[in-house]
């Protein structure tokens, strides 16, 4: 189990130190870590915000865990030496193209949602967002119609194995968990999500433990601030995935809980080789404080478990002891409370 941690910037250290305790505290067989410099501190050490030997560390290990990336002093850089390049280059340079992104509302903070508490008690949703294709890569432009005004366009395209393995990835999620999966696009009016359809629904013969729906996304946008309790598994193509997981971690609420994944393509001993961070960024503000909430860090390595390693029960561990810590009311700052980084580790640590 080879472990590739970039902790980053900001508050990124304080978090993925906190991590680092609980997997330490599993007794995993041969867990083996390595630790690399990305973003900012990258940039100041090696004048680069991915040097190639911590891209060369990635590939080598079977999993990363990033903490966070940016740095308020890098602001002036040139684009390519910021620190955020240095996600999107790790995405780009591993192929990992199957981001996952589950948003659910712990027992006692349903006041913390933009919704209801009532209707954001029952949100337990994992979104599986296509990250490597769609408009975002299409082919693009502007060009001056003969009317003079300019004109920009940006392709959608799907190719169907792109498709294909996306929607593995999310019937696969669907299987370990309540088996529901509805596939999101926009059938009615664009040609790649009719092909995006078809490929799901041929995928769906491989998978028939699994329920499958489609739906419209001006639709599913609706159903999720309406009822968000009726999802299990999405799926969705990267630009209405963008767009439908940020809306789906704000009716959750709590940004210092939300995980995530993003999956590449090639296998490792246990699973899939990928890379685990917590959707928050590096909080400048409260960097260096001890006042970070690590549990959406600490979530970010229970699906690294899941995923990259096949340990389903040391996974459910973990979620299960931040959930009682939560129950319990260890909150930190973003929830409210007052419990410090290192505290929180400490409470998940003993409930684990
Ligand atoms: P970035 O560009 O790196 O994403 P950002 O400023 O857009 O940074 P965050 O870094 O996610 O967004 O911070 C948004 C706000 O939430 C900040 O006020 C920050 O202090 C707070 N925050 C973010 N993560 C946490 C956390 N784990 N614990 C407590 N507060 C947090
Ligand atoms: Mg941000």
Redesign the pocket.
Known sequence: MKIAVFPGD??GPE?TRQALRVLEALDLPGLTLFEGDVGGIAYRRHGHPLPAETLEMARAADAVLFG???DPACDGLERHLRP?QAILGLRAQLGLFANLRPATTFAGLETMSALRPEVAAAIDLLIVRELNGDVYFGDKGTRTLDDGQRQGWDMMAYAEGEVRRIAHIAFRAAQGRKGRLVSVDKANVLETSQLWRDVVNAVAADYPDVTLEHMYVDNAAMQLVREPGRFDVIVTGNLFGDILSDQASMCVGS??LLASASLGERATDFGTFGLYE?I???????AGQG????M?TILSAAMMLRHSFGREADAARIESAVARALADGVR???LGGDAGTAAIGDAVLERL
Do not use: L
Not at 280 to 286: E, L
């Open positions: 900001g508050i978090v966070a990336v940016g955020e940004i210092g917590p928050h960024g590096s909080a400048p503000d409260i006042r970070a909430n690590p959406a930190g700052g973003d």
